[in-house]
């Protein structure tokens, strides 16, 4: 089972910041929080993932707070080909097994 | 960019009857994965493939389910004898290698549909 909660869906308008908060409150200390998303039933789509610093790359930012019990990925200026379902998924990468492992995800609508 | 190609896009087949789904993972890549979603549902993890052997695979992926790799390119996933609840999308991922600052990457998927 996955081991986050997401709200099921959020809307944004174009050209804002879209913030979508992911729960992890029984995270343990190696595992790291990893961010794809699924455009229309095409294939999940790699964000971005961190440990417990805030991450930035291309795509979005990721901040994680201090406990590591929660976060939030940022799309800095969201365009219309951000709608999609957006998966938080916790694991940890070296405990032998490389399955991810998804939930139901969150529903992103970019409004125009 | 590399990607992930699947082929192909969609499959009819006959309850029964057996399918292979085809892959390209990206060139460098050395770990492999197949995925399923069923309609409306979760993606669900089904294998993953490295050095030419499963290395882990769900409980989805009974006997009636097997992969190869029979070449250098290609990655298949074979249903011997397919179902109506084998109906689903299957994607196909690769990775370049294991660990925390490697990620999967994704085939846009085949839409199987058994009737």
């Known amino acids: 089972d996955a081991k986050t909660t997401q709200p099921p869906s959020m809307d944004c308008a174009e050209g804002r910041a879209a913030n979508l908060p992911c729960n992890h409150s029984?995270?343990?200390?190696?595992?790291?929080v990893y961010w794809y998303r699924q455009i229309h039933s095409q294939g999940p789509q790699y964000i971005i993932h961190?440990?417990?610093n805030n991450e930035t790359n291309e795509m979005a930012s990721l901040i994680i707070t201090e406990d590591r019990k929660s976060s939030t990925l940022i799309l800095p200026h969201a365009t219309l080909r951000d709608t999609a379902v957006y998966y938080c998924?916790?694991?940890?990468?070296?405990?032998?097994?490389?399955?991810?492992?998804f939930g139901k995800g969150m529903k992103l609508t970019v409004n125009p | 960019e590399p990607e992930v190609t699947q082929t192909p896009s969609h499959q009819v087949t006959q309850m029964g009857q057996e399918v292979i789904l085809r892959c390209v993972p990206i060139s460098n890549h050395l770990y492999f994965y197949w995925y399923r979603q069923i309609l409306g549902q979760k993606v669900e993890f089904l294998v993953s493939?490295?050095?030419?052997?499963?290395?882990?695979k769900s409980e989805i992926f009974d006997d009636q389910f097997s992969v190869e790799r029979p070449d250098g390119s290609n990655f298949t996933l074979k249903i011997r004898s397919t179902k109506l609840e084998d109906s689903a999308m299957y994607f196909c991922?690769?990775?370049?290698?294991?660990?925390?600052?490697?990620?999967?990457?994704f085939g846009q998927g085949t839409r199987l549909t058994v009737v």
């Open positions: 029984t995270i343990s200390g190696n595992e790291y």
């Open positions: 493939f490295y050095n030419n052997e499963i290395s882990e």
């Open positions: 998924i916790v694991r940890d990468p070296e405990g032998g097994s490389e399955k991810l492992v």
């Open positions: 991922a690769s990775s370049e290698m294991i660990g925390k600052n490697t990620e999967a990457f």
């Open positions: 961190g440990l417990k």
